[in-house]
């Protein structure tokens, strides 16, 4: 049999065995529903409470903050759109920035179609948020400002405490997507500053469709979907069960591995961007160099086709993802590396790779002895490759 190396975590990951474990039994015998009256059902009120008291401690917040969703998408729309209409008799400014995930872009295009006004910081070439121009953009019509935890491309940590006390000493709430961070690195919700967090249960080993959105108390809130008295009346619909223990569980598996998993992978990590760096020539490597999450590395080759080498290594039994915004079926390179200061040809030749706990050092060796020989091949059918090396020999 070819080899299976899976190195694309960040587009998702695998349901963790004692996850799905956990999750069996909320299928078959204990199915009720949580609002029935009879025992059987009801004793599944206090397993969901169980969840959310596991979330709850995960981020140093209170179990009664924790609204279960149907993932990050839901979570960042509902923090974004719920906080216009409570607020937007306030005021109409909202400040994000340029490398968000498209559940919060297209909810703030969204917002402005509404009326809003919605400012989209630049990024440093690290991918960092300028916090003097963060400074800068605030008004007095601010309402929230929406940062991302850590970037799903290039994997870069914001200085999420220093963005949310800036927040603060205006009177703006914050809102940060972290999604890709959650299970991945600690958050504390006080000492960040954070008045909203998405997350989801398929980027930390859980299962897909589940999520949740911390809303600190005081924060006024409207209900995201009308109808039955769910999640304190602010998200109707029979809460999903499973999901709900399926995330719970991953959240507590990842809170208690996060140090030894993070060591680990932060190792394998470095040991795979120096191999890179050092074989393969015309390479640059994206995102901040320590500030980032434990799991991602992104590389742009030069005079390399994203596409091509993505298909080349699946032949190679690699899954990995390219930078290109593929999702719309659009040519168009990643929002983010072009906002990190990437020209279009650059970016265009972008490889993510995220590690997972069960990835090995020889598994990083098979890629990147598989990534040389493509790089090379590739360019050698180049013709702006052959131009430059003439230019240059
Ligand atoms: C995956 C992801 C989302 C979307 O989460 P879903 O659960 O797939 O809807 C949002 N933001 C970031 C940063 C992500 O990586």
């Not at 006004?117 to 070439?125: F, H, M, P």
């Not at 870069?156 to 997507?177: M, Y």
Request: aromatic share 8%.
């Amino acid at each position: 049999m070819g080899r299976f190396i899976y190195l694309d975590n960040a587009a998702t990951t695998k349901t963790a065995p004692e996850v799905v474990e956990a999750m069996l039994p909320y299928f078959t015998e204990k199915f009720g529903n949580p609002s029935s009256v009879y025992g059987f059902a009801a004793a599944n009120k206090d397993v969901i409470t169980a969840q959310r008291d596991i979330i709850a401690r995960a981020l140093g917040a209170k179990s009664s903050e924790i609204y279960f969703t149907a993932g990050g998408s839901e979570s960042d729309n509902w923090a974004l759109k719920a906080t216009a209409e409570a607020y937007g008799h306030k005021g109409k400014h909202i400040i994000t920035t340029k490398i968000e995930h498209h559940a919060i872009l297209h909810t703030g295009e969204y917002l402005e179609s509404k009326g809003f006004d919605v400012t989209y910081l630049d990024v440093d070439e690290d991918g960092v948020v300028k916090l003097e121009e963060l400074k800068n953009a605030i008004r007095p019509d601010t309402i929230l400002i929406s940062v991302m935890y850590a970037n799903n491309e290039i994997g870069t940590i914001q200085p999420i405490k220093e963005i949310g006390a800036i927040a603060h000493e205006h009177g703006i709430l914050f809102h940060t997507d972290a999604v890709q961070a959650f299970g991945q690195v600690p958050i504390n919700v006080d000492e960040c500053h954070i008045d909203m967090l998405s997350a989801s249960g398929h980027k930390l080993n859980g299962p897909k469709g589940i999520g949740f959105l911390y809303i600190r108390t005081g924060v006024k809130i409207r209900s995201f979907v009308h109808g039955g008295a769910q999640e304190r009346k602010r998200r109707a619909g029979t809460e999903n069960v499973p999901g709900i223990v399926g995330l719970g569980t991953a959240a507590d598996r990842a809170v208690k591995t996060m140090e030894e998993r993070s060591a680990r992978e932060t190792a394998l990590r470095d040991y795979m961007i120096e191999r890179v760096q050092k074989e393969i020539p015309y390479c640059r490597l994206n995102g901040h160099k320590t500030d980032r999450l434990p799991n991602n590395a992104n590389f742009s080759f030069r005079f390399i086709e994203g596409e091509s080498l993505l298909i080349m290594l699946d032949m190679k039994g690699i899954c990995a993802s390219s930078g290109s915004a593929c999702t719309s079926g659009s040519l168009d390179p990643s929002h983010v590396l072009l906002a990190i200061g990437l020209p279009h040809e650059i970016a265009h030749g972008s490889l993510r790779l995220t590690l997972s706990d069960e990835t090995t050092k020889e598994d990083i060796d098979y890629v990147i002895d598989n990534l040389k020989e493509i790089v090379e091949h590739l360019r050698k059918m180049s013709p702006l490759y052959e131009d430059f090396v003439k230019k240059n020999s």
